[in-house]
């Protein structure tokens, strides 16, 4: 179109449904209706109302964030994303969310949760809803979620603190670090964004997502009674939790009703070796430290908004071990699922391939590669699946499934 002998490429943006205001706060293109007075009113009137112009004609976008984004849900289920994240991981949330829409949301469109202690910036807003298929919507953390309550001493926690950073515990001189994992244990689901929920799929930063997912796995865990699954299991740094397994046991105990009758209880009480060069752990507590590594995870907010949870919760807070130890939510939560819930409720999706630096697993069977679905460039020998500390093994046994494992170049079946 030629407007007072300049050629412009004239692109229509249309507000999109997402909450997020993509227009209100977009600084990459100059919105030309100054650049355009030259236009007739006539003209004018046919363009719509929101205008831009990219003067650079060697650029032509073809489809995407130039034009409106069909935003509605495809997906059938009650389901969102959930990422908690700081402002400065914008790229690393970029990278996982195109994996995750590239590989999966795009046919689904899903929304996308995200929570955090301070405002996000318009810029963290603008291209995270850039990347997104579905509506996006970013919420402020309330305090009282995210502070050291009255109960708490705080000679006690700097003492605590010290000590921690002295030993050299990972996170254990971190303030934040401690209201991130107390977030995660008890006030995420709880979250006003959150409440309209049913399921959360937990994405973080940094992650990699390295497999098609050619199916809903909300449907799949409605479909199948399934209220938690995981991709990774390993143990705890025992220095972060020693008192937490006693105070938990002592919550059952007084509890014992909250307790499910085939719980996986012997996932995390079982201290012998599955395979024969299994790590050996020799935790001081009957709690063998293995846990649902909580940085993937796909659950029913239902569960944590119940009861029995939140009197668990409230129970493990009013002793302090979030802030006097370093009580991480992966424990915390894997404690109460392999209690409270039935084992067949808890699901380990070992046709995903997922990575939270330093650990990865990708799916074992050929097929997987063979069809193109998995692409994972990382070495097989270092799948965490395969390493003596995995507590997979121990999840297959006494989640009553058998397990395919290799062990010296050979494929066993246990
Ligand atoms: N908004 C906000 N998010 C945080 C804060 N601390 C951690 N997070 C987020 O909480 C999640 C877990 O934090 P990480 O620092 O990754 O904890 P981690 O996975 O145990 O540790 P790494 O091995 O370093 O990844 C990530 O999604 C972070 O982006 C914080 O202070 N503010
Ligand atoms: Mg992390």
């Known amino acids: ?9 004239i692109v229509s943006v249309f507000i999109s449904s997402s909450s997020y205001d993509f227009l209100g706060s977009s600084n990459i293109i100059p919105n030309i209706k100054s650049e355009a007075k030259s236009i007739s009113d006539t003209e004018m009137n046919n363009i719509d109302d929101e205008v831009l112009t990219i ?38 949330t970029l990278k996982i969310m195109r994996e995750i829409e590239d590989r999966f949301n795009k046919q689904y469109r899903y929304p996308w949760t995200f929570l955090n202690d301070v405002p996000f910036t318009e810029e963290f807003k603008r291209l995270t809803t850039g990347i997104a298929s579905g509506k996006t919507e970013y919420g402020l953390i309330p305090t009282n979620f995210w502070s050291i309550p009255d109960f708490i001493d705080e000679n006690v926690f700097e003492e605590a603190r010290n000590d921690y950073e002295r030993r050299g515990v990972i996170y254990g001189g971190s303030i934040s670090y401690r209201h991130m994992c107390r977030f995660n244990s008890g006030f995420f689901f709880r979250h006003e964004l959150m409440l309209k929920y049913e399921w959360y799929w937990r994405v973080e930063p940094g992650t990699r997502f390295y497999c098609d997912q050619n199916y809903d796995p909300f449907t799949f865990m409605r479909e199948n009674n399934k209220t938690y699954g995981f991709v990774i299991s390993i143990p705890e740094y025992e220095d972060t939790i020693p008192t937490l397994w006693d105070t938990a046991e002592e919550f059952f105990n007084a509890n014992k009703n909250f307790l499910a009758s085939n719980n996986a209880a012997q996932f995390i009480l079982d201290k012998s070796t599955v395979r024969p060069d299994d790590y050996y752990v020799q935790s001081k507590s009957k709690y063998n430290l293995c846990h649902f590594w909580s940085n993937f995870e796909i659950g029913n907010l239902n569960f944590f908004r119940s009861e029995l949870y939140l009197k668990y919760f409230d129970f493990l807070d009013k002793r302090g071990g979030f802030f006097y130890e370093r009580w991480g939510d992966a424990p915390v939560h894997t404690i109460a699922l392999t209690m409270m819930l039935n084992r067949s409720e808890i699901h380990h999706f070992a046709d995903i391939g997922y990575k939270h630096p330093p650990y990865y697993r990708c799916p074992h069977d050929e097929a997987s590669y063979s069809s193109g679905r998995c692409y994972c460039d990382e070495n097989p020998a270092s799948n965490i699946d395969f390493q ?27």
């Open 1 to 9: 179109m030629i407007v007072g002998g300049i050629l412009c490429l």
């Open 55 to 92: 003067s650079d004609l060697s650029f032509l976008p073809d489809t995407g964030i130039y034009h409106t984004k069909n935003r509605t849900q495809i997906g059938n289920e009650n389901a969102t994303f959930y990422i908690l994240v700081r402002n400065s991981e914008l790229q690393e």
């Open 388 to 414: 003596p500390f995995s507590c997979l093994p121990k999840w297959w046994l006494h989640g009553g499934r058998h397990f395919l494992y290799k062990y010296h170049d050979e494929l066993l079946l246990m």
